[in-house]
T-cell receptor, first 111, second 109 residues
């Protein structure tokens, strides 16, 4: 595709609900990244895939956060039992050579 | 990744050059300097990166000091559309553990 696509654009969840956020990277991009951006802050790294392999998940804040990329293309970030502190914009980026191409993000609000 | 320090905000008049500084005094030899910007409600956009030589592309120029402890991003003729948060990142992996708070650049008419 022309760029990184994320869906949904907005998600409202009740506390305790599970959510799944989708990322469609640029076609052919090997690397895929997830970031979390709280209001007024810069993006913070969550996890990194090279093809289907999750090579770095050091930024995932708890075991409620889980990411997968089973076929090396589309990725899903799942958050179980959402908490209010999970409210943020979740950004996906893909890359082939070094520079990252970001999607517009999913804004998650947990009530 | 090495830590970076940027001023929280800057102003620039439209049509003038915007010079955004970044300190990265603990940078190591294999770490690149990357610049991204983020316009409100959008994901960050890659601008430029470099190792030790100055770099220029259609968006900006990157000047890295000889000791590599600081750099400056130059937007030669700022427009209102350049109003954004600019992030300076140092990394040897191509991705950042976090972007920091960046510099909020306001371009005024």
């Amino acid at each position: 595709g022309a760029g990184v696509s994320q869906s949904p654009r907005y998600k409202v969840a009740k506390r305790g609900q599970d959510v799944a956020l989708r990322c469609d990277p640029i076609s052919g991009h090997v690397s895929l990244f997830w970031y979390q951006q709280a209001l007024g802050q810069g993006p913070e790294f969550l996890t990194y895939f090279q093809n289907e392999a999750q090579l770095d998940k050091s930024g995932l804040p708890s075991d409620r956060f889980f990411a997968e990329r089973p076929e090396g293309s589309v990725s899903t970030l799942k958050i179980q039992r959402t908490q209010q502190e999970d409210s943020a914009v979740y950004l996906c980026a893909s890359s082939n050579r070094g520079e990252l191409f970001f999607g517009s993000g999913t804004q998650l609000s947990v009530l | 990744d090495a830590k970076t320090t940027q001023p929280p905000s800057m102003d620039c008049a439209e049509g003038r050059a915007a010079n955004l500084p970044c300190n990265h005094s603990t940078i190591s030899g294999n770490e690149y300097v990357y610049w991204y910007r983020q316009i409100h409600s959008q994901g960050p956009q890659y601008i430029i990166h470099g190792l030790k030589n100055n770099e220029t592309n259609e968006m900006a120029s990157l000047i890295i000091t000889e000791d590599r402890k600081s750099s400056t991003l130059i937007l030669p003729h700022a427009t209102l559309r350049d109003t954004a948060v600019y992030y300076c990142i140092v990394s040897n992996s191509g991705y950042a553990l976090n972007f920091g708070k960046g510099t909020s650049l306001l371009v005024t008419p």
